[in-house]
């Protein structure tokens, strides 16, 4: 009989378990995200393009 799981709950424990490690990231650049300065890279500003005046989520 195979175990059951719970999957979103082992999914949250792996993302919570690398926040830390995302967080001190110069990769996100997190101060720099709070103080304003776009998190995107210049290949997804260009795919993009004009988006003033729109909200976006970047998944």
Known sequence: MKPEYNYIEINKKSWNNKTESHLKSVFYDVEGF???KSSLNEIEL???G??????ILHL
């Open 34 to 36: 709070l103080n304003g």
């Open 46 to 48: 260009n795919l993009l």
């Open 50 to 55: 004009d988006v003033k005046g729109k909200s």
